[in-house]
Nanobody
């Protein structure tokens, strides 16, 4: 089970941290990822992290602004979002991957949270 939290209404330029609490299978040995779906858009990959937490990858539009991290001791994955823009407005989803390394495609993730809404006003 994956449960996201932390989404809310913020202003452009603000920072926000999303959390994903994970329970169930041996998720600590799996890559984790964040996706988002904006209004009228397809769901897209935002960032992913490997099972060690030492390697992460990001979509170009968030590089340098967003950071994915994980704390296996407390069963959580985080998405730190800085310098938020109106185009970052979306429902953000946490997902657990099918393998240990960083993963970028939806088909590589088999467990999903229900999402948390982030709205960035201009």
């Amino acid at each position: 089970q994956l449960v996201e939290s932390g989404g809310r209404l913020v202003q452009a330029g603000d920072s926000l941290r999303l959390s994903c609490e994970v329970s169930g299978r041996a998720w600590r040995s799996h890559g984790m990822g964040w996706f988002r779906q904006g209004p009228g858009k397809d769901r897209e990959f935002v960032g992913g992290i490997d099972w060690t937490g030492g390697n992460a990858i990001y979509v170009d539009s968030v590089k340098g602004r967003f950071t994915v991290s994980r704390d296996n001791a407390v069963n959580k994955v985080y998405l730190q979002m800085n310098s938020l823009r109106p185009e970052d407005t979306a429902i953000y989803y946490c997902a657990a991957g099918v393998a240990r390394w960083t993963l970028t495609y939806e088909s590589e993730y088999d467990y999903w949270g229900q999402g948390t809404q982030v709205t960035v006003s201009s």
